[in-house]
C-alpha cells in the first residue's frame, strides 16, 4: 500500500489506474478505524480494482467547542489495518494540502442540512460537503462508500453528488455493530468502562421506540417514554430523538413505509448517533 500525502502523487498513482480501465473505489474517513470502516473497505475490495481509503480528521467540520483535539489519531495503526485488506492507497492529506493558504470556497447543501446534527452542530456538514467534494475531486473516484450510521451525512453526500454532477456512484453500507446493538464509532473509544455498558440503552431504547410506534403508540408518546429511558440509563442529554421520512428527512407525526428514527445522545464525554427503520 503507498501512503501518499502529495496531490501531484496522488494524481500520478490514480491516472495509472484509469489509463488501465480500473475501476476505483474511495473509502473517506477520520481514521482511528474500526469495523465499521473495514466492512466499507471489504465492500470496496469487493466493488472496484482499486481502493483508496481517506484518512483526514477535517476541521472545517468541527466547531469551535467541539472534539477537533481531542479526536483519535492513530495512522500507524490504522495503515496497518489497510494492508492487511489489500488497500491500494492511503490518502493522508495534511491540512495545508487540503486547505493552502487563502482557501475560501465552502458547499453548502441547503434544507437537507438544517434538522438533526445540522441543527445540533452549526456549519458542520458545510465542512463535511465541503471536504468530500475535495476528495472526489482529488480521487477521482467511480465509487464512493460511506456508512449509514452518518445517514443525513449519506443523504447529504448523494444531493451534492447529484446537484454538482459528481460522475460516480455513492454506495451507503449497513451499520456495523457490536454484540449489544452499539453502532462501532470512533467515538465510543471516549466511553468509560461503566458508560460503555449504559450506552446499550440507546439501541435497545430505539428498538423498543419503534416497536411501539409501529404497534400504534402515538409518535408523541413513544419518543418520550424513548428520552426518559436513556436520561435513566444515565445519558447526560438527547440532541434530537425524532421520527423522519428516511429521504427527505422531513419531520414525520405519524409511521409511513419509509419513516426512520434519528437519536443523538450525550453520555461522559461521547455524543453518539443512530438511526433504525421503522418497519
Ligand atoms: N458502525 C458503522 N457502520 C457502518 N459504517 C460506519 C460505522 N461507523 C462509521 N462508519 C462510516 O465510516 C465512514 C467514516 O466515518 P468516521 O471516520 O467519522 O468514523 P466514525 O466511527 O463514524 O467516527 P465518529 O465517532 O466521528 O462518528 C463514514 O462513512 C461512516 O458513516
Ligand atoms: C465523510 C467524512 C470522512 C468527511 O470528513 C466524515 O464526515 C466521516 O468520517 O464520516
Ligand atoms: N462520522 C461523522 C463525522 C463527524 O462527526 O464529524
Redesign the pocket.
Known sequence: MQTIRTLGALRAATAAWRKAGERIAL???????????M??VREARRLADRVIVSIFVNPMQFGPNEDLDA?PRREAADAALLVAESVDLLWAPDAAVMYPQGHASRISVAGLDAPLCGAARPGHFDGVSTVVAKLFNQTAPDLA??????WQ??AIIRRMALDLDFDLDIVG?????EADGL??????AYLTAEERAAASALPRTMAQAATAISGGESVAAALDTARQALLAAGFASVDYLELRDADSLAALDSPCDTARLFVAARLGK?RL?DNIPLN
Open positions: 473509502v473517506p474517513t477520520m481514521g482511528a478505524l474500526h469495523d465499521g470502516h466492512t466499507l479526536y462508500l460511506f456508512g449509514e450510521k452518518d451525512q449519506l453500507v449497513p451499520t456495523v455493530r453502532a462501532l464509532s470512533s467515538r465510543n461521547a448517533i
